[in-house]
Nanobody, 123 residues
Framework: QVQLVESGGGLVQAGGSLRLSCAASGRTLSSLTMGWFRQVPGKEREFISTFSLFGSTIYADTVKGRFTISRDYAKNTVYLQMNSLKPEDTAVYYC?????????????????WGQGTQVSVSS
């Protein structure tokens, strides 16, 4: 069983930065494909970023150039560095995992989810 624990959310002013962390346990990152999603009340979960099968990064157009996904195999942790934050980035951010393969933009393709961490960006 895979467990994911996110941290690093909070309140920040527009233009600021936050770094989210997602610590995985139960399996190693090398056996998983990780992704980040976000959700606001009343809307579907939105894809943010993931890795391709060969390790390249994939981003939603809404965050490309501002957000960076990375991973530390030694710490079994995935990160999401968020820069130039905008009020429309306000959401609950979720870490997700699926069996190792190509990253997917579809939330239904991920079997494991963290509890989420709130990110609020004030104008």
């Amino acid at each position: 069983q895979v467990q994911l624990v996110e941290s690093g959310g909070g309140l920040v002013q527009a233009g600021g930065s936050l770094r989210l962390s997602c610590a995985a346990s139960g399996r190693t990152l090398s056996s998983l494909t990780m992704g980040w999603f976000r959700q606001v009340p009343g809307k579907e979960r939105e894809f943010i970023s993931t890795f391709s099968l060969f390790g390249s990064t994939i981003y939603a157009d809404t965050v490309k150039g501002r957000f960076t996904i990375s991973r530390d195999y030694a710490k079994n942790t995935v990160y999401l560095q968020m820069n130039s934050l905008k009020p429309e980035d306000t959401a609950v951010y979720y870490c997700a995992a699926r069996d190792r393969g190509s990253g997917s933009r579809n939330a239904d393709d991920y079997a494991y989810w963290g509890q989420g961490t709130q990110v609020s960006v004030s104008s």
